[in-house]
């Protein structure tokens, strides 16, 4: 009896054949490792909603990434906690500010560590809004000088990779166009190009204390339900010199992530966003799962859908269980 004649499970029989047939393969190359500083000494505040991820202080930052660079995670993306915040996010562009002098910090004593800046005003802004407030609503092209003052202020610090995620529009553009006139034209942007109004970023509001004081982020974040228009973003992004795109939040739009990478041939990053980790740590803190499997199992999905780079609140137990062979 020879029915049937293909038999998908003589590839699953064992685990070397599986191993040889694996279309996808995780590699702590892949990952980004988000993390907050703020301003002190010796401080490790915990954000609560994110067990395992702190407001740092410098000092306290350069430890943690001894861990991350031993990790061969290849580079962070840096959040800053400014010690006051104003009407136009003035700690967001001041050269003595907290990102800054974490990156100067980070670049002396990581040289190989990759240092990628959020570029944004919403931590640094008294309304918490990521742009220029007036009448209720937030200024798109107001906005656009303060972003382009704080990349300009962040690679004089020394970062290597700048990522704007305000979504304000022509962003991208001013900033590359000013990059180049001032010498930095090595320095990478990373687009936040289809970002998503999304309910998965409460936990890092709390870490960031950035919420929004009056309405939301709808009129420029993305409405969820929108695929064809997060294609349209990407591809202005890199007709605006974007090198990298990004789709924000991971989980709830690996088809978008798909769309994007087969439709630009562009690299493209995924945040695995707070609220993603969130779920997943208090699921697994209930006992309710299996962390290790879970995790892995995700950012194998997020990485399946089209992903080349991974930003990830998991990234150091990623790689740990990475190195120790799943
Ligand atoms: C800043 C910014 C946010 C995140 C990254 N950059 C918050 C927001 O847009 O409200 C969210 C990251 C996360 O949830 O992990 N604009």
Sequence with gaps: MSFPVQRPRRLRSNE??????????LSVDDFLYPVFVTHGEGVARPVEAMPGIYNYSIDR?????????????????????????????SEAYARDGIVHEAVRAIKKAFPGLLVVTDICLCEYTSHGHCGVV??????????????????????AAGADMV?????????????RAALDAQGYENVL?????????????????????????????????MDPANAGEALREARL????GADIVMVKPA????????????????????????????????????GWIDERKIVM??????????????LTYHAKDAAKWLREGE
């Design 134 to 155: 007036e009448n209720g609503s937030v200024l798109n092209d107001p906005t656009l000088e303060l972003l382009v003052k704080t990349a300009l202020s962040h690679a």
């Design 163 to 175: 990522a704007p995620s305000d979504m304000m529009d022509g962003r991208v553009g001013k900033i």
């Design 237 to 240: 992004d890199i007709e605006e």
């Design 251 to 286: 989980l709830a739009y690996l088809d978008v992530i798909r769309r994007v990478k087969d439709e630009t041939g562009f690299p493209v990053a995924a945040y695995n966003v707070s609220g993603e980790y969130s779920m997943v740590k208090a699921a697994a803190q209930k």
């Design 189 to 221: 942007i990373m687009a936040y190009s289809a970002k998503y109004a999304s309910a998965f970023y409460g936990p890092f509001r709390e870490a960031a204390g950035s919420a929004p004081q009056f309405g939301d982020r709808k009129t420029y974040q």
């Design 61 to 89: 930052l350069l430890e943690e990434l001894t861990e991350v660079a031993g990790l061969k995670i290849p580079g962070v993306l840096l959040f800053g906690i400014p010690a006051v915040k104003d009407d136009l996010g």
């Design 297 to 310: 199992e995700l950012l194998t999905g997020i990485k399946r859908a089209g992903a080349d780079i991974i």
């Design 16 to 25: 070397i054949i599986r191993r040889m047939v694996r279309e996808t393969a």
